[in-house]
């Protein structure tokens, strides 16, 4: 058996399978759910949040926020792909759409530790993968080997309800939560208090108040200020 013909005998399973095709549907409704507020914040020219410009992800957007036309461009693209994900025909192309926009998002809230998006946008790039996964047979022909068309038989359904793969995803969750959480020294927090009450309950009080100052105050880099937190630790 060569490597299309495991993937199609393994794709054919789990599409025949009611339960997974339930989790589909849920993650093309909670993407979806996740770009249409945002999507219709940037249409209006609003800002995106109320972060300060001293903040790196504040700066970030508040630069976007003045790229004239390119600000709302985004927000009818995050909204195209979230009302392509509703629409079964669409779906696909959706999925697709959505991929490239949420790993940008995912990256960039991961580079500077925001707190808004931290932990929901490695979430939403995993239910984006399953989506993808889940087209596999439509977006297969896109691979460097040889395909074989591979039709699954809608009327053989399998009612029998994965637990392994639900355990699985749960597990993936919480590992996915617990390790960005524990993944910083510091966070930046969204505002200069929250980031000082975090130093409340630190072991070195004031290298964590610096770092909120570097932030906050200073408007620095977020890697700056925590190589600054890392060394004034370790000394």
């Not at 890697?223 to 060394?231: A, D, G, I, T, V």
Request: hydrophobic share 40%; glycine share 4%.
């Amino acid at each position: 058996m060569n490597l299309a013909t495991l993937f199609d005998s393994i794709h054919s399973n789990v599409k025949s399978n009611k339960w997974f095709r339930y989790f589909a549907v849920f993650n093309r409704i909670a993407l979806a759910a996740g770009f249409i507020p945002s999507g219709l914040t940037k249409i209006f020219g609003e800002r995106f949040t109320s972060l300060s410009v001293n903040h790196p992800m504040g700066n970030y957007l508040e630069a976007l926020h003045h790229t004239g036309y390119y600000y709302p461009f985004i927000g009818y693209v995050q909204v195209t792909a979230a009302i392509l994900l509703l629409i079964p025909r669409t779906a696909t192309l959706g999925a697709v759409l959505y991929f490239p926009i949420i790993l940008n998002i995912c990256i960039l809230s991961l580079a500077v530790g925001f707190d808004g998006s931290l932990v929901t946008s490695p979430l939403m790039v995993l239910a984006n993968l399953y989506l993808l996964c889940w087209d596999y047979d439509k977006l297969k022909f896109i691979f460097p080997f040889k395909q074989v068309k591979a039709e699954v038989d809608q009327s053989k359904i399998n009612n029998k309800f994965p637990l392994k793969f639900f355990l699985g995803v749960f597990i993936t969750v919480v590992l996915t939560v617990l390790i960005i959480t524990n993944s910083y020294n510091k966070k930046t927090r969204n505002t200069l208090q929250d980031c000082y009450s975090d130093c409340k309950n630190s072991d070195d009080n004031q290298p964590c108040y610096d770092f909120c100052d570097c932030i906050h105050k200073q408007g620095q880099s977020f890697n700056k200020c925590s190589e600054e937190l890392r060394k004034a630790k370790e000394n």
